[in-house]
């Protein structure tokens, strides 16, 4: 059996990659991994669903005991993987998918580099500041610092296989199941399957 594959998502904040990481789950067999957090829940969302919440106090409990793949600080709060499952789920031949801020990818790709990494962006940056806005619940404070956070998130350009530009959700969405396709579909992720097919194991 070949190994499960591990994608990861990221990309600035309002680029949306949240709503693309919900939907290519929904239209797939991807596990996805619960991140832990030390933000409070927001309205509608659930324990062991959206995140696990601890105090800060439990977090570091956990950063203690080796508990996470990676572990960041974003905006404040703390967010980390737990490290467990997603073993047990690529060990199992399972493909995982996350969703992390860039910090947590390059954690993630020093740890196991064959990672695959995706950055989602908008089409421009003007685009963003529009999104951002829009959304109503950032002042403009916040709005410039997510700015130039998206800037020197997309300088990490470097640690990413792919990019795809969030223009029309459903495009972006396809455009990500499209990576995942190429990615089973590559020889060297087929290896144990092609020397079954050819009785050599
Ligand atoms: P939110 O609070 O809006 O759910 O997430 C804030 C940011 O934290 C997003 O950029 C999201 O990608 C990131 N994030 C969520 N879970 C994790 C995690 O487990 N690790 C890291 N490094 N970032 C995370």
């Known amino acids: ?14 680029a949306g990659k949240g709503s693309i990481y919900s939907k290519v789950i929904a239209k797939t067999d991807l596990k996805r ?16 669903v959206n995140y696990f919440f601890r105090t800060e106090e439990q977090y570091q409990q956990m950063i203690a005991a080796g508990e996470f793949l990676e572990t960041a600080e974003v905006y404040k709060n703390f967010y980390g993987t737990p490290k467990a499952p997603v073993f047990e789920n690529l060990g199992k031949g399972y493909d995982v998918l996350f969703e992390v801020d860039v910090h947590g990818v390059k954690s993630i790709k020093k740890k196991y580099p064959e990672a ?27 709005i410039s610092i997510r700015l130039g956070a998206a800037r020197r998130e997309l300088s990490e350009y470097k640690l990413f296989d792919y990019i795809v530009f969030n223009d029309q959700l459903d495009v972006a969405v396809q455009e990500v199941l499209d990576i995942v396709t190429a990615e089973k579909r590559k020889i060297k992720n087929n290896m144990a399957r092609i020397k079954s097919l050819l009785g050599e194991n």
């Open 116 to 142: 695959i990494a995706i950055f989602v962006m908008t089409p421009d940056f003007e685009t963003l500041e529009k999104r951002l806005r829009d959304r109503g619940t950032e002042t403009e404070d916040k």
């Open 1 to 14: 059996m070949n190994k499960g594959l591990l994608f990861v998502i990221s990309g600035p904040s309002g």
């Open 33 to 48: 991994s619960v991140s832990v957090t030390t933000r409070p829940p927001r309205p509608g969302e659930v324990e062991g």
